[in-house]
């Protein structure tokens, strides 16, 4: 799935993308998007980095004995089980409403931040939009240095959900980041310079739409990486290897099949699963199956696990095909350390709703049935937490955590879904939950292994799915389905000329808690796969979660607050403000004695392209990136500077005819409102315009302008009379809201409304 949407200014342009120099201290780094033109050559047979006092010197004994070193956070879950818990207890129940400001650090973006730091050995590592790393000081946030990829400004078009980071990995006197390019890279941990950089691409072409917005694994003496872009078209699966001192390429495991035209398949696992698609499959269209999160290992077993993404396009059963099972997407996978298939469980077969499963998957030892089992467990997008064997493979138990009408239940034998004929869209939209955001998405769940309880950031939320292929709006670029139209706003008859006639959204809720999203951060019994208890997160987008051996389960929000509850009963201790929105799971550590809670605060993500709900701190106040730190009796947390949205500014003449606005709100929809829904969002609502913008639309759209801001150039797909038809469009919407009293955020007109 798809800065602050701010007015698409000089202001808004100098901030969203650039990383400035903000002291004396901090190091000169250019643009971010920038096409860089330094030269960089094949990774060298370098060894790794001398033993001597090096920084990040973690090793696989550190890794292992994560928990031993309760003082560090030394993988983006924490340990390798992935728990996104702390044993540190110096801040807990008790004393929890003393939680104050320690320090903050700016990152002069304006966009979403979903990565977890780590932290080793007094230092702090996170990495923020495009894959820019920062290295700060854990007690002062002072900075150390940044390191900076240096992106081909022209992948920020095929960022699905925007220009996200989810994290670092540290190995040996080594930082590693996945750039948004698709370009791996390994840092000098102790100086920020780096080491080598690699494309763990498999193909590049003029277009080329992998990215990659997940964390680096380190499994044994491998660094594992999937990639993004099962949105897209021409986009296959598959997770890479790569050795850690120098980079190559060690294999590359596909998760789909390739073109039967193109002779026998090149893995053999992919032999079999070619029967499981459907004979006329489109493929073309490169399959999806992505592993773009989701990625854990177990170094006993030596097993490393992945969830893959939907198939392309989503829905399989368009033009009337039967579809199949489409292995190996929607899937959870265990390889052996040589890249060779151990297991799978298919959570989802023949997925058309989009239900990814490759949210993070959490390894612990539980007791089921009064027998230990070593186990994988996941809050999948599709509403069931899923407990599996994590050595065979072999199903356990799935339960709801949340409401869905996709299927009408799990068999509990055979671990497979039970058909709902209600929720096949392919003849008549259908009101289907969970939403294609999911009931759980790439926020970190949590974990404790005291009590033996899963914290859940849930979301309930329908949308109305529809099979457009034969309709004006067509398959949207970034978005491999029938479009998904959201109910908040939902207006049947705005959106008439894109998709035809829509039902009212009450006549498809029968049986349904609500028609409005609702969140809630729960918290879930694995074994007895029960509710333990909830509290509500408004809205429903909320961010991943935290616990603590102290007691404490800690969450974001995108109100702007750090909210810590207690672990046994979700009992509010303190809610702190921060006045920036929050994504992104907290972490603890504690330097010289002293606990820290940290999170990396900024709004965005897969809420890239639509309007800022009212009550969102990126809304209220500038969505200024940040990494706060709290610690026990610190002061207020800094507020950023409140916002003041100005009206439209005055658009330029009308141009066009009828016929060409009209044409122009089609091709809109296809290409420009995965970002640029019409309303106050992350990135620019193009009826804000300024005068000299107008001037260069062409420039911007046709011919790359602003590719070095993220906007890439869409002359491959767009001709000039259909940039001519969007930009009547844009000045017609802009004329239309011009007299309107409140023109922020639109309500009812924030169309195209889909995802």
């Known amino acids: 799935m798809t800065g602050t949407r701010n007015n698409f200014s000089a202001t808004a342009r100098s901030t969203s993308r650039t990383i400035r120099r903000a002291s004396s ?23 790794p980095p001398s033993a001597a006092a090096r920084a990040a010197a973690v090793d696989q004994r550190r890794l292992a004995n994560a928990d031993r070193e309760a003082d560090q956070w030394l993988t983006a879950g924490h340990d390798f089980a992935g728990t996104y818990h702390s044993p540190l207890t110096d801040i807990n129940a008790t004393n929890a409403a003393r939680l104050g400001f320690a320090w903050e650090y700016k990152l002069a973006t304006h966009r979403g931040l979903e990565a977890t730091p780590l932290m080793v050995d007094g230092v702090l590592y996170a990495s923020g939009n ?19 990829p240096e992106v081909d400004g022209q992948s920020g078009r095929y960022a699905c959900c925007d220009a996200v980071n989810r994290g670092v990995a540290a190995w040996q006197g080594r930082i590693y980041v996945a750039a948004l390019d698709g370009y791996l890279h390994a840092i000098d941990a102790a100086t920020g310079k780096r080491v080598w950089k690699v494309d763990t ?16 694994l380190i499994a044994g003496h491998l660094v594992v990486i999937g990639a993004s872009g099962g949105d897209f078209h021409g986009v296959r699966g598959y997770v890479a290897a790569f050795d850690l001192d120098t980079g190559r390429l060690r294999w590359r495991f596909y998760t789909v099949p390739r073109d039967p035209a193109l002779g026998a398949q090149d893995q053999p696992h992919l032999a079999p699963a070619l029967s499981t698609w459907d004979p006329q499959h489109r493929w073309e269209t490169g399959g999806g199956g992505t592993v773009w999160d989701g990625i854990s290992y177990d170094p006993k077993l030596k097993l490393i696990y992945l969830g893959t993404g939907n198939a392309a396009p989503y829905n399989i059963k368009e033009d009337g095909r039967v579809g199949g099972d489409n292995l190996f997407t929607a899937c959870i996978i265990a390889l052996k350390e040589t890249g060779e298939l151990a297991w799978y469980y298919q959570v989802v077969p023949g997925d058309m709703w989009d239900f990814d499963s490759t949210q993070k998957l959490v390894l612990a030892d539980l007791s089921v049935d009064s027998r230990p089992r070593q186990v994988l467990m996941q809050a999948s997008k599709n509403g069931f937490f899923y407990v599996l064997d994590r050595k065979t493979g072999e199903f356990i138990s799935a339960k709801a955590y949340a409401y869905a009408n996709w299927t009408l239940g799990i068999d509990p034998k055979s671990g497979k879904p039970i058909p709902n004929p209600e929720a096949n869209y392919a003849r008549s939209p259908k009101l289907i939950f969970p939403w294609e955001g999911g009931a ?20 309930e939320a329908p949308d109305l799915q529809v099979e457009t292929s034969r309709l004006p709006a067509g398959l949207v670029e970034g978005q491999f389905t029938s479009p998904i139209v959201e109910l908040d706003d939902y207006d049947p008859q705005a959106l008439t000329s894109l998709f035809g006639a829509l039902p009212p959204a009450e006549s498809l809720a029968t049986g349904v808690p609500s028609l409005k999203g609702r969140g809630f951060l729960r ?7 029960r509710l333990v208890w909830e509290v509500p997160a408004e809205p429903y987008w909320n961010g991943g979660v935290l616990s603590t051996a102290g007691g404490l389960v800690i969450e974001g929000d995108i109100a702007g607050r750090l909210n810590v509850y207690a672990a046994t009963s979700g009992a509010l201790l303190k809610s702190v403000e921060l006045g920036t929105s929050i994504m992104a799971a907290p972490m603890s550590y504690r330097v010289n004695g ?7 605060a900024g709004y965005g993500g897969g ?11 990126a809304y209220r106040y500038a969505n200024g990136g940040r990494i706060i730190a709290l610690k026990l009796d610190g002061g207020p947390v800094p507020l950023p500077p409140a916002i003041t949205w100005p009206a439209l500014p005055q658009p330029p003449g009308r141009e066009g005819t009828a016929a060409q606005i009209g044409a122009g709100e089609i091709l809109y929809n296809r290409y420009c409102a995965r970002c640029h829904v019409l309303g106050a969002g992350v990135l620019p609502d193009l009826r804000r315009l300024s005068p000299e913008k107008h001037q260069i639309f062409y420039d911007i759209v046709l011919g790359g302008a602003f590719a070095p801001l993220g906007m890439g150039r869409f002359d491959d797909v767009l001709t000039r009379a259909d940039a001519e038809s969007i930009h009547a469009y844009v000045v017609d919407r802009a004329w239309a809201e011009t007299a309107a009293p409140d023109p922020v955020p639109v309500k009812g007109d924030a169309k195209p409304l889909q995802r």
């Not at 000169?28 to 050559?41: K, P, R, T």
């Not at 691409?201 to 680096?216: D, E, H, L």
């Open 130 to 148: 495009f894959g820019v790393v920062y290295a700060l000081d854990a007690a002062t946030g002072a900075e150390r240095w940044t390191y900076d």
């Open 440 to 459: 759980h998405s790439w926020q970190p769940m949590s974990f404790d292994p005291q009590l033996h309880q899963v914290y859940i950031p849930t979301m």
């Open 523 to 529: 918290a879930w019994d694995p074994v007895r796969q």
């Open 594 to 600: 002293v606990q820290y809670l940290a999170v990396l």
């Open 607 to 617: 809420q890239i392209g639509g309007p800022i709900p009212e009550n969102a701190a």
């Open 25 to 47: 201290s901090r190091a000169s780094i250019a643009l971010v998007g920038v096409l860089s033109a330094s030269v960089w050559s094949a990774p060298a047979a370098a060894g």
């Open 201 to 216: 691409v498999p193909s590049r072409g003029p277009k080329t739409p992998y990215t990659i917005t997940g964390a680096p």
